[in-house]
């Protein structure tokens, strides 16, 4: 071999090693939400990822990747490159619920994705169009009962929470009320303010400022005790619905296969991020519980939550729509 040559192989050789050596991370992260701007997904995504760009000087570029109840998004980001340059936010459908639900999902939340925090969860409320005669619970189950399939609610896609939790209560109450699902939570809204829906039972920071405006009227609270930025709210277990248990919920995940010294440094700084003061502060104030667990608490908790799903849709025989 010339000299030349070796001298060409020793550089590039030379290289190849200084990048493998480089310190994760060396350029930018996506971060993929599957579900639009605005949405709490996206809200919280962005909180993140600004908080890692601030911490590691490189940026966190959100993409908003929507469709098929979060499923398009998170099936994207399941067959990224394990590399730990892709991110992906999710909540209770595409992670722990679709799997059950969906005939055919083109990835296995369990196995194609791994968890690395849990960041925050907030209860439902049930609000409803202002047209609704109703004031609580009773009086939407009654007015549901006496129109039945007249009236619709929004969610934010198949097997979603705010899908799931109306299910339970069709099935609980015996209630026929048509389901009507969005791409996230701004259209639901848009839609109920003007009445083409009457109903969604919806994470509570994205319809609170509606309810204190009085343009939405809400009903009941999913949660096991009332909300603090909105007590006047009876919870649903207060108002006849004992065993009531619908939390919904947002975390972090990546592909699986990223490299487990990579999943462990990204939990570390989720959790140091959810308890920076001025990001619980703020994630407060719009409803959220925030939490920041680790990788292995995340994993757990969504083998529970997915086994807690899977049996709501087999007792209530939810479809997708």
């Known amino acids: 071999m010339k000299p030349i040559r070796i001298c060409m192989l020793f550089a590039a050789l030379a290289l190849a090693a200084g990048a493998a050596a480089q310190p ?3 350029r930018p992260i996506k971060l993929i939400v599957p579900f639009p701007p605005g949405s ?10 600004q908080k890692l760009t601030e911490s590691w000087g490189q940026p966190v570029v959100v993409e908003n990747r929507t469709g098929a109840g979060g499923n398009i998004g998170t099936d994207a980001a399941a067959k990224s490159a394990p590399d730990g340059y892709t991110l992906v936010t999710g909540i209770n459908g595409p992670i722990a619920v679709n799997k059950a639900l969906y005939e055919h999902l083109p990835y296995d939340p369990q196995k194609d994705l791994a968890p690395i925090s849990l960041l925050v969860s907030a209860a439902q409320l049930l609000v409803v169009h202002p047209s609704v005669p109703a004031r609580n619970l009773k009086e939407f189950v009654d007015h549901v009962r006496a ?34 699902p969005y791409r996230g939570f701004p259209p639901v809204v848009t ?37 603090a930025l909105a ?5 649903v277990a207060e108002q006849g619905f004992p065993r009531f248990d619908a ?17 462990e440094q990204l939990g570390a700084e989720a ?10 502060a703020a994630l407060e104030k719009l409803g959220f519980d925030v939490i920041g667990s680790s990788p292995a608490q995340f994993a757990a908790f969504i083998r529970a939550e997915t086994e807690k799903w899977t049996q709501v849709v087999r007792a209530v025989g939810a479809k997708p729509d």
């Not at 709490?40 to 990822?49: C, E, Q």
């Not at 939390?247 to 999943?263: D, E, K, M, Q, S």
């Not at 959790?271 to 619980?280: A, F, K």
Request: no cysteine; glycine share 10%.
């Open 40 to 49: 709490t997904p996206d809200i919280v995504g962005r909180t993140l990822g």
């Open 271 to 280: 959790q140091r991020i959810m308890r920076l003061t001025e990001v619980r």
């Open 231 to 235: 007590p006047e709210i009876p919870t």
């Open 147 to 180: 129109n039945p399939g007249k009236l619709s609610y929004g969610s934010v896609g198949s097997g979603s929470a705010s899908h799931l939790t109306m299910e339970i209560l069709k099935s609980e109450a015996k209630l026929y009320i048509v389901h009507i």
């Open 191 to 227: 839609d109920l303010l003007g009445g083409n829906i009457h109903a969604t039972f919806a994470i509570a920071p994205a319809v609170l400022p509606q309810v204190k405006a009085g343009k939405l009227k809400g009903l009941a609270v999913t949660s096991a005790a009332r909300n």
């Open 24 to 26: 994760y991370p060396a």
């Open 247 to 263: 939390t919904a919920w947002i975390g972090v995940l990546a592909p699986a296969g990223t490299p487990a010294a990579i999943v």
